[in-house]
């Protein structure tokens, strides 16, 4: 178990479900036909399934793993491929799926290697942004909430691999 609790909700369960919606609706009318989403694990797995839901519509799927926090609460500046996709990208409209961009290296690295695999657009949505620990002004085509510098865990954010579960945004104590 974890030694630390969430003390505080700085995003509740109806406010993350309400943004979800609105960036659904964003979406896919930037996209009427397919988007190919790259759902990057494990972070993200909350905020995709709630998001693909909202689609409707075409949505084709793939997920990727990459580690850059080990363990804790600090960022050990370093991003590692874990989970390679299983389809190639080429042609494709893909949209990038974060839980939260902070100092934006693995973001960046992310939309490196996407890249150079040739899709037709690439797009990056975040459900959290905390621009003021940003290293590299990396592009993010949709952000849910932008937040202060403080650690937060839930709704697929963990601290030692807990608090994934939490239906909503909290704060550790
Ligand atoms: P970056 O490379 O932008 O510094 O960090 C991105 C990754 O760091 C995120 O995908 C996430 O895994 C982790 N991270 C950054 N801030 C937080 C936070 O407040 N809480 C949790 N649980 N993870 C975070």
Same mark, same amino acid.
């Given at each position: 178990?974890?030694?630390? +609790?969430?003390? !505080?909700?700085?995003? !509740? /369960?109806?406010?993350?479900? $309400?943004?979800?919606?609105?960036? #659904? +609706?964003?979406?896919?009318?930037?996209?009427?036909? %397919?988007?190919?989403?790259?759902?990057?694990?494990?972070?993200?797995?909350?905020?995709?399934? $709630?998001?693909?839901?909202?689609?409707?519509? !075409?949505? =084709?799927?793939?997920?990727?793993? *990459?580690?850059?926090? #080990?363990?804790?609460?600090?960022?050990?500046? /370093?991003?590692?491929?874990?989970?390679?996709?299983?389809?190639?990208? $080429?042609?494709?409209?893909?949209?990038?799926?974060?839980?939260? *961009?902070?100092?934006?290296? +693995?973001?960046?690295?992310?939309? /490196? @290697?996407?890249?150079?695999?040739?899709?037709?657009?690439?797009?990056? #949505?975040?459900?959290? !942004?905390?621009? =003021?620990?940003?290293? @590299?002004?990396?592009?993010?085509?949709? *952000? &849910?909430? +932008?937040? /202060?510098?403080?650690?937060?865990?839930?709704?697929?954010?963990?601290? #030692?691999?807990?608090?994934? %579960?939490?239906?909503?945004?909290?704060?550790? &104590?």
């Amino acid at each position: 178990m974890a030694d630390r +609790t969430p003390t !505080s909700v700085l995003i !509740s /369960e109806p406010q993350l479900q $309400d943004r979800v919606r609105e960036l #659904a +609706t964003q979406i896919r009318a930037d996209y009427p036909e %397919n988007v190919h989403i790259i759902a990057v694990l494990k972070g993200a797995f909350m905020f995709m399934s $709630d998001l693909v839901r909202h689609l409707g519509g !075409s949505v =084709s799927l793939d997920f990727m793993a *990459v580690s850059s926090y #080990a363990k804790g609460t600090t960022s050990s500046g /370093e991003v590692r491929l874990v989970k390679d996709l299983d389809t190639a990208l $080429d042609g494709k409209d893909v949209l990038i799926v974060e839980d939260i *961009v902070d100092t934006g290296l +693995t973001l960046t690295y992310l939309q /490196e @290697i996407l890249q150079a695999r040739g899709p037709r657009s690439l797009r990056t #949505a975040c459900l959290l !942004s905390k621009p =003021s620990r940003r290293k @590299i002004d990396v592009k993010v085509d949709y *952000v &849910g909430f +932008t937040i /202060e510098d403080k650690f937060v865990v839930g709704y697929g954010l963990d601290y #030692a691999e807990q608090y994934r %579960n939490l239906p909503y945004i909290g704060v550790l &104590g």
